[in-house]
């Protein structure tokens, strides 16, 4: 008998590791999952959703946001009109990718700080380490 979760509960989608294949029973209590082909393997904490996973493949789809979080690896700490220099976009452009990073769950980046610069206000942003292994 399969069980399924509680209704709300959204049930994740796992992939065996060695074969690929998405036939895939739910864990038992050691948390073991078996895919179709017979393949053991242990359920991973870095298992997300396949809504989670959709997600953040449409935060990490657009060029721009990737060269985005490269920027991060060299400096902790970066304002938009910084990355639009280093990878040659407009201000603009990198603010609007900036911003659905940090709205995405989890958020890639999070907010550090206000600097005013010539009337206005200089956001700075650094990465999450919830979301990101820096």
Do not use: W
Not at 6 to 16: D, L, S, Y
Not at 19 to 29: L, M, Q, R, S, Y
């Amino acid at each position: 008998m399969r069980l399924l979760p509680p209704r709300g509960v959204p049930r994740m989608k796992v992939i065996c590791p060695q074969c690929a294949t998405k036939d895939v029973t739910e864990p038992g209590a050691k948390k073991r999952f078996v895919c179709a082909a017979g393949h053991e393997f242990e359920a991973d904490e870095g298992l997300i959703s396949l809504s989670q996973a959709l997600v953040l493949g449409k935060a990490l789809g657009h060029p721009i946001r990737r060269k985005a979080l490269l920027q991060y690896e060299q400096t902790r700490e970066l304002a938009a009109d910084d990355i639009a220099k280093a990878i040659g976009e407009p201000v603009g452009n990198v603010a609007y990718h900036m911003k659905v990073l940090r709205e995405c769950k989890p958020p890639f980046l999070l907010f550090t700080r206000d600097e005013a610069v010539r009337g206005a206000l200089k956001k700075f942003y650094r990465l999450n380490p919830n979301a990101i292994a820096h």
